[in-house]
């Protein structure tokens, strides 16, 4: 039972293109969204985060948009740069579980110079 | 950086021997998780803990056990490894009134 789900393996982008990146989910429950990005042999670092009362979060380069009532979100990378190739995770939690998060499988996004 | 140390960095181990993988960390954060990732399923929740002693288990705890006697170091442990214990393990902190975790470095891990 896949709570959160990233449908696409991979994705390839040119330099200076906007990269979308999707992710679905099915419990109601999840009231914290958040998406890290992985580099090969390192952890998973935070990227940015959306809680369940708001729509839409903005930082630099990076928004990330909240659609409750289809349960998806996207993160958004404009412009995208060869160094944001990487493997992006998307990750929920509700707060009564106190706060563990469930992952996507991940999106490989290669950003083509 | 949130202070996060996992040792070892890599091991290689045989069927049936016991491991334990520790994380450590420098900033005093009441909780503490450990995730396995695996291709195809992202990262999965092993074992988290909400405090010393303070520990519950997650949606793949199964082969492992944790402790946590103190506040800056939790342990995890395969009491007899398995193939199926290969994989890539990662270590996260919270910090109280935050919802987002902070990952520590990993550990590869191969059962042969």
Known sequence: ?????QNSPSLSV???????????????????????KKYPAEGPTFLISISSIKDKNEDGRFTVFLNK?????????????????????CAASEETSGSRLTFGEGTQLTVNP | DA???QSPRHKVTETGT???????????H??????????GHGLRLIHYSYGVKDTDKGEVSDG??????????????L????????????????????????????TRLLVL
């Open chain 1, 14 to 36: 040119q330099e200076g293109r906007i990269s979308i990146l999707n992710c679905d989910y099915t419990n109601s429950m999840f009231d914290y969204f958040l998406w890290y």
């Open chain 2, 3 to 5: 202070g996060i140390t």
């Open chain 2, 64 to 77: 492992y056990s944790v402790s946590r006697s103190k506040t800056e170091d939790f342990l995890l442990t």
């Open chain 2, 79 to 106: 009491e007899s490894a398995t193939s199926s214990q290969t994989s890539v393990y990662f270590c996260a902190i919270r910090k109280t009134e935050q919802e987002t975790q902070y990952f520590g470095p990993g």
């Open chain 2, 30 to 39: 009441r909780y503490m998780y450990w995730y396995r990732q695996d291709p």
């Open chain 2, 18 to 28: 016991p491991v334990t993988l520790r994380c450590h960390q420098t900033e005093n």
């Open chain 1, 69 to 89: 009532s289809a349960k998806h979100l996207s993160l958004h990378i404009v412009p995208s740069q060869p160094g944001d190739s990487a493997v992006y995770f």
């Open chain 1, 1 to 5: 039972d896949q709570q959160v789900k």
